[in-house]
């Protein structure tokens, strides 16, 4: 069973940066992708960025360029760091286990104008 757990989220003032992270635990973290998706209220889950298992990384057009992706192998954590942030950035932030039904409970970040 593949346990992932999200931490790093908060409140912060637009044009603040936050780092979220995303524990992975029960399974072999180096061989698989990573994902972090985005839920805004009113609106549907978004990806906004991939790593690979040989760091090729790819991003939503909304984040390219103030969103970094990475990943630890050997603390099995994925990290999503966020620079720039705007108001329209608030959602509740998901990491997923490759293209599974593995998700992490989420972590909320709130960005005030």
């Known amino acids: 069973q593949v346990h992932l757990v999200e931490s790093g989220g908060g409140l912060v003032q637009a044009g603040g940066s936050l780092k979220l992270s995303c524990a992975v635990s029960?399974?072999?973290?180096?061989?698989?992708?990573m994902h972090w998706y985005r839920r805004a209220p009113g609106k549907s889950r978004e990806l906004i960025a991939s790593i690979t298992t040989n760091n090729i990384t790819d991003y939503a057009d909304s984040v390219k360029g103030r969103f970094t992706i990475s990943r630890d192998n050997a603390k099995t954590t994925a990290y999503l760091q966020m620079n720039s942030l705007k108001p329209e950035d608030t959602a509740v932030y998901y990491c997923r286990w490759g293209m599974t039904n593995y998700w992490g409970q989420g972590t909320q970040v709130t960005v005030s104008s």
């Open positions: 029960g399974g072999i973290f180096s061989l698989i992708n």
